[in-house]
Antibody, heavy 121, light 108 residues
């Protein structure tokens, strides 16, 4: 079964850091770009970042709202993607979804169940 | 950044009726890079349509997508009880991805 499982969410104070993990199974992880999408409570979906496959240098793209604070990485040997979040703000409170992207990167066909991040003092 | 505006915000329909959801872009979108998702309460979104009109795996044929340029449409030909949910459009272009704000399809 193709699956993504996020972990690492929780309650964190403003200004602190948190790292989310996304464990993939059931497919050849290294062949797919990966992305992170978040959803604030009661709100819509917001794309926050994307990482290409090794053949494209594992280069990354970020939304303006998180650029310079968030970093996406991947370790293909263990089929895990990471979202490192620094200088967290209260407005970063959301469910964070890990997604698998189509090879050309245009859409997200597999989603994890999401992990909740609450930024509050 | 391309802004996607979905309308209506809420669509109140009965099972068996036809649903037509609109997604309008602030500038032209490459058709092959327009997707639609369905999200039910407490669940992750699910890909319905990619490339503006291509149904994803296991998506029933009552779901169809169309459009080009700045205007795209998701049509559900006959609403089933399980189709009442929130629907999002999404585009990719210039190394940036954006979602519309969503349309809620609710039972009338």
């Amino acid at each position: 079964e193709v699956q993504l499982v996020e972990s690492g969410g929780g309650l964190v104070q403003p200004g602190r850091s948190l790292r989310l993990s996304c464990a993939a199974s059931g497919f050849s992880f290294g062949d797919y770009p990966m992305s992170w999408v978040r959803q604030a409570p009661g709100k819509g979906l917001e794309w926050i970042g994307f990482i290409r496959i090794k053949a494209y240098g594992e280069t990354t793209e970020y939304a303006a709202s998180v650029k310079g604070r968030f970093t996406i990485s991947r370790v293909d040997s263990i089929s895990i993607a990471y979202l490192e979040m620094n200088s967290l703000k209260t407005e970063d409170t959301a469910v964070y979804y890990c997604t698998r992207a189509f090879s050309r990167g245009d859409a997200f066909d597999i989603w994890g169940q999401g992990t909740m991040v609450t930024v509050s003092s | 950044e391309i802004v996607l505006t979905q309308s209506p915000g809420t669509l109140s329909l009965s099972p068996g009726e036809r649903a037509t959801l609109s997604c309008r872009a602030s500038q032209s979108v490459i058709s092959s890079f327009l997707a639609w998702y369905q999200q039910k309460p407490g669940q992750a979104p699910r890909l319905l349509i990619s490339g503006a009109s291509n149904r994803a795996t296991d998506i029933p044929d009552r779901f169809s997508g169309s459009g080009s340029g700045t205007d795209f449409t998701l049509t559900i030909s006959r609403l089933e009880p399980e189709d009442f949910a929130v629907y999002y459009c999404q585009q990719y272009g210039s190394q940036s991805w954006t979602f519309g704000q969503g349309t809620k399809v609710e039972i009338k």
